[in-house]
């Protein structure tokens, strides 16, 4: 009997950009890949970085990826995060799923050094979580 992998996307916003969610809910067999996406509105997505996340049942929130090829501890070979440019977005590929990879996914934005000028040192971001996910339900990815 095969066990299904089911993954969950949810996104970050920022307040002087827009981060776009994209409603997903991913199932996945087990040791099958899965892309999650995350477009941004209104700002050049390359002039930050986009952090990954993924929170188990347990609460833990746990560090995937990040620009330049960071990577959280036993992410590296079974994960892989990449910036599409031309599309304005970013993609956290998931090569080879497992029943641990089942949780919440996140993004966090915070702008690249590069882009640093652009911020005022007194304006304040808060951070906004979308939720799309309701107990229980499996919704197809539109891929």
């Given amino acids: ?47 930050h970085y986009v952090n990954r996340y993924r929170k188990t049942q347990g609460n833990t929130m746990t560090f995937i990826y990040r620009e330049v090829n960071l990577y959280g501890p036993g992410f590296q070979n079974r994960f892989q995060g990449e910036t599409d440019v ?35 040192s007194s304006e304040t971001m808060k951070t906004y979580v979308e939720q799309y996910f309701q107990q229980g339900h499996d919704f197809p990815l539109n891929k």
């Fill in 1 to 47: 009997m095969q066990r299904i992998c089911s993954l969950i996307h949810l996104t970050l916003f920022l307040i002087g950009c827009c981060v776009v969610p994209q409603e997903q809910v991913v199932t996945v067999s087990l040791g099958g890949s899965a892309t999650l996406r995350c477009s941004m509105e209104g700002e050049i997505i390359s002039n």
């Fill in 86 to 120: 031309s599309n304005n977005q970013v993609l956290l590929k998931i090569l080879k799923a497992s029943e641990r990879d089942e949780g919440s996914y996140y993004w966090a934005i915070d702008y690249h050094p590069a882009a640093g000028p652009l911020l005022s």
